[in-house]
C-alpha cells in the first residue's frame, strides 16, 4: 500500500507543478510579446494561437514594399552591358597586353581571325574577344586561352589582351607568340 500511495502523490505533485510551470512560460510569453527592443515579430507572436493568421498578413504587407524597393534599386542602378559596345573595350597598361602598331581595332581583329585556322585553333567570338581552345588527338581540349583586341589609355593604341585559361605555360606561351608573329601585327 505504501507505494501505492506514493504514486499517488507522485502524480498529485506533478499535477500541482504543471500549473506552475505553465504559469512561468505564460509569464516569459508576456515578457517576450511587450519586448520594445524586440525586431521580429515572430518571437513576439509566437505565445497567441492566431499567430499564423497575422504573421502571414504582416509578411505580405511587408514583402510587398521590399519586392517594390527592390524593383526600384534595380532600375535605378547602372548596369555594364557589354554586349551593346560598339567598340573594343578601353584598359588600363596591364602585364599580359600586347601593343601592336595600328590604331584600328578591326584591322587586329581580322588578322587574328585569318591566322587562328591555320594554326588549327577553334575560336568563339564574342565582339572583340576570341576564346580559343586546341584539341589533342582524342578530342580531348589541350588548352584554351583567351584573346581580346582592346585600346589602351595612355598611349592611344590597339592591344592584345591574352590569358591562359587552361594546359601547359610553356606550350601556350610559344603557340601566342607564333600567332602574334605570324599577324604581322
Known amino acids: 500500500m505504501p507505494t ?24 516569459d510569453r508576456q515578457a517576450l510579446t511587450f519586448s520594445p527592443e524586440r525586431r521580429s515579430r515572430s518571437l513576439d507572436l509566437a505565445g497567441t494561437r492566431d499567430s499564423g ?60 581571325l585569318s591566322i587562328l585556322p591555320e594554326k588549327h585553333v577553334e575560336f568563339t567570338q564574342k565582339g572583340y574577344s576570341l576564346k580559343c581552345r586546341t584539341h589533342g588527338d582524342f578530342g580531348k581540349v589541350t588548352m584554351a586561352f583567351e584573346l581580346e583586341v582592346c585600346l589602351l589609355q595612355r598611349p592611344e593604341v590597339v592591344g592584345i589582351r591574352r590569358q591562359r585559361l587552361k594546359g601547359d605555360a610553356w606550350v601556350y606561351k610559344h603557340l601566342v607568340e607564333d600567332i602574334l608573329s605570324t599577324s604581322r601585327i
Not at 500511495?5 to 505564460?26: F, L, N
Open 53 to 112: 493568421q497575422k504573421k502571414r498578413a504582416g509578411g505580405k504587407v511587408f514583402g510587398s514594399l521590399e519586392r517594390g524597393l527592390d524593383k526600384v534599386i534595380t532600375m535605378l542602378t547602372p548596369s555594364k552591358r557589354r554586349g551593346l559596345q560598339s567598340g573594343p573595350r578601353k584598359i588600363k597598361a596591364q602585364y599580359n597586353v600586347t601593343l601592336t602598331s595600328q590604331t584600328n581595332p578591326e584591322q587586329v581583329l581580322n588578322q587574328i
Open 4 to 27: 501505492w500511495g506514493r504514486k499517488g502523490s507522485a502524480s498529485k505533485d506533478q499535477s500541482r507543478q504543471r500549473p506552475a510551470e505553465q504559469m512561468e512560460v505564460a509569464v
